[in-house]
Structure formats: structure tokens, C-alpha cells
């Protein structure tokens, strides 16, 4: 009786430290284990460029997939409160569905997610172009932004409590307009606390702008199952920024208190959407409480029919909330066609065109400065 005691309580003790499943008479002590990374291949781009699929999965029933073509995350597999597994992104099944175009689903934005007005900033004295991609405005990096570029991946090796895959990507000196060869890395990191960690980080060798996100569109009743209307969201954001007819901030800083954006107490993203001025739903950034670059609570969203939740902590000064509005049913995605509002997006990310914003949180990277990120989402059930 005493040696079993012991050898149960050894077993904890281990799982504890570890941080790892412990498995002794049919007991389970510890966390889950089964970290795992697998490579696959995805095909290849026009310019004959051999594209991966990684599959990360964790020890409780969380699984992505992420492919090294645009660093976009494919599939995202999390349990309901029932144990049911859904993916909870959009996105398509095949490399040629994504390089057929696509708005931006499950991929890294930069060198500057989000707006540039007119395609034009200006650093150091000088004028940088850039492409003008959408309307009269630069959007997310320009023609071939970093969701459509090949990053170089290395699956990192398995620990006890997370599994990672490191993507790299050389954005050359005048690449899109931009000043600066750009250096970047994004890890994602797949934890046994169902969390998918992204970290980035930058240098350059020339002053330049960098603004570098995930453009995921989440839908937590799983991918194929309509409108997130009915989405529970917070946001830890006294203000936004206003936009104009293009989507660029007007330079304001407007409270969210007694509007339509105010969700500092839980509201469904459908309660108020069709009274949001001009643009068919959110698409906003909203200026995080937390601006001071430590890793803090950004958004919590929970979904009331599967009981799945999504936290949300960055380091960033800001959050894109976009309601999917331009989704029309002209992408044809897992199993299912993608109508108006079936995702949202919340890019964690520094304020629209700041680089023409002296007042926004500069945006700027320079020489001898590393660039460095983190966003966390982590899912769980209530
Ligand atoms: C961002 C923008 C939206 C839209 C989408 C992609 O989230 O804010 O206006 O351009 O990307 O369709």
C-alpha cells in the first residue's frame, strides 16, 4: 500500500516538473503531452517554389496547420465544451485555392498590415512610393505582400509543453517601395495550455516601417457554420480610430463610450453592426488600453453555443477588428462557400498609416533596433 502511495506521488511529482502527461494505473497526472510536428508536401508556386504544409499538434486535442507559403495558418482544430473538435479559421485545402487570391485568410500582413494613405510616407526627408493596391491606398504590404511570399520553415524540436515552427523571410531593400533590407522571423508555437504563440521580430539595415500581423478569420462554431453574429466580444479598448470613406484614420482618437464600438463590456458582434457607419460592419483599429509594449489582454470572444473562447493578449498598441465584410461567396473554402460576416479578424497590430501619423505609436524601425512582437491566442470552453 505504502510503495503504491509512493509510486503515485512520484509520478505527480514528475508529471508536475515536467509539465508532462504521467500515465500509472490508469491515472493521468500532468499536462498533455503528444507535442508533435509533421511536414507535408503542399506543391509549388508559379516560379517552381517548393511550398510545405506543418502539421503542430499538442496533447489536447489542438491542432494547426500552417504552411510556409505566405506563413498561413490553414487549419485550427480546438475542442467545444463537449470535446467536439471544429476548425475555427477559414481558409481553403489546396496551395492552388491560395494562390488563386484570396483576402488574406490565416496569413502574416506586412511589411505594414493594414492602410498607408495613398501609398506614400515619408522618413528621414525622403519620399518612399509604395504600391497602391486598394482604392487610392496601400494595404497590407502591397501587390506581393508577405502573405504571398515563400518564408524559409524549421520545425523546431517537440518539448513536454509546446511545439514550434520558425518561419524566416529577407524582405529586400526597395521590395514594394519599401526602404531597408528586413530581416524577419515569426514563430509560431503551439503550448499543452492550448495557446498558439506568435512571435515576431525584425532588424534592417535602413531606417524603414514595419508593421507585421496575423490576418486569421476566426469563426468559434467552426468554419462551415455561418455568420459570427451571435459571437461574444470584448475589447480592452477605451478608443478607436476613426476612419475615413478609404479606411484611412482620420488622425482621431474617439472614446467608444455610448456607441456602437463599445465593448469594454460583453456585446454580440451582431447587436449593433448594422448601425457602424459607412463600412458594412467593423473594421476598425482599436487603441489598446495597454500601450506601453508589455504583453497584455487584448480581446475575449466566446462563442455560446460550443462554449469555445478566445483570449487574446499582445504587446501591440492596437487591434484590427474586421467583421468579414467583404466576404461575398466568391471564395469557395473547406467544404463550404464563405458568405458576408462567416469570420472576424482581430490583427494585433501598430494603428493604420502611422507612418503618416506623427501622433500614433511610431511604426518605425531603425538600424541596430530589433523589432519584437508577441500575440497569444488561447482557447479554452465555458
Ligand atoms: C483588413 C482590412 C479590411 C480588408 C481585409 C481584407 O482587415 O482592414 O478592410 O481589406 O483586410 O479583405
Known amino acids: 500500500m505504502k510503495t ?4 503515485i506521488a512520484a509520478a505527480v511529482m514528475i508529471g508536475f ?28 508556386t508559379p516560379d517552381d ?39 475555427v479559421v477559414l481558409g481553403f485545402d489546396t496551395l492552388e485555392e491560395y494562390l488563386a487570391g484570396h483576402p488574406y485568410f490565416g496569413a502574416i500582413a506586412g511589411r505594414y498590415a493594414n492602410r498607408i494613405a495613398k501609398g506614400k510616407f515619408t522618413l528621414d526627408g525622403v519620399e518612399y512610393n509604395l504600391a497602391v493596391n486598394n482604392g487610392e491606398n496601400h494595404l497590407h504590404g502591397g501587390i506581393v505582400g508577405f502573405d504571398k511570399v515563400v518564408w524559409t520553415a524549421v520545425p523546431g524540436k517537440a518539448r513536454s509543453d509546446r511545439v514550434m515552427l520558425t518561419l524566416t523571410y529577407l524582405s ?7 526602404p531597408g533590407n528586413l530581416n524577419c522571423t515569426v514563430v509560431y508555437e503551439l503550448t499543452a495550455d492550448n495557446e498558439l504563440k506568435i512571435t515576431y521580430k525584425a532588424t534592417t539595415d535602413k531606417a524603414t516601417v514595419l508593421n507585421l500581423t496575423n490576418h486569421s478569420y476566426f469563426n468559434l462554431a467552426g468554419q462551415a457554420s455561418g455568420d459570427i453574429l451571435g459571437h461574444v466580444l470584448t475589447l480592452n479598448a477605451n478608443y478607436f480610430t476613426p476612419v475615413d470613406e478609404g479606411l ?68 501591440q498598441p492596437g487591434v484590427q477588428f ?16 464563405y458568405n458576408k460576416h462567416n469570420g472576424f479578424c482581430l490583427e494585433t497590430q501598430h494603428w493604420p498609416d502611422s507612418p503618416n501619423k506623427p501622433h500614433f505609436p511610431s511604426a518605425v524601425l531603425e538600424p541596430g533596433r530589433t523589432y519584437d512582437e508577441v500575440t497569444i491566442f488561447k482557447f479554452s470552453t465555458k
Open 172 to 178: 529586400k531593400d526597395g521590395e514594394e517601395g519599401y
Open 49 to 87: 517554389k517548393l511550398v510545405d504544409l506543418y502539421t503542430l499538434t499538442n496533447g489536447n486535442d489542438m491542432t494547426v496547420k500552417i504552411t510556409n507559403y505566405g506563413g498561413i495558418i490553414t487549419n485550427l482544430m480546438v475542442p467545444d465544451r463537449d470535446g467536439k473538435i471544429d476548425d
Open 248 to 315: 484611412i484614420p482620420t488622425g482621431q482618437l474617439d472614446s467608444v463610450r455610448g456607441t456602437v464600438f463599445d465593448f469594454t463590456s460583453p456585446h454580440t458582434i451582431g447587436e449593433r453592426l448594422n448601425d457602424v457607419p459607412m463600412t458594412g460592419g467593423y473594421d476598425h483599429n482599436f487603441c489598446l488600453n495597454s500601450q506601453d509594449g508589455s504583453l497584455a489582454w487584448c480581446a475575449t470572444v466566446y462563442e455560446p453555443e460550443t462554449g469555445r473562447v478566445l483570449e487574446i493578449e499582445t504587446t
Open 17 to 44: 516538473y515536467a509539465g508532462c502527461d504521467t500515465q500509472i494505473m490508469g491515472i493521468k497526472f500532468g499536462k498533455g503531452t503528444n507535442m508533435n510536428i509533421s511536414k507535408e508536401s503542399f506543391g509549388k
Open 322 to 337: 474586421y467583421t468579414g465584410n467583404f466576404l461575398d461567396g466568391s471564395n469557395k473554402g473547406k467544404g463550404t462557400t
Open 4 to 7: 503504491r502511495f509512493l509510486v
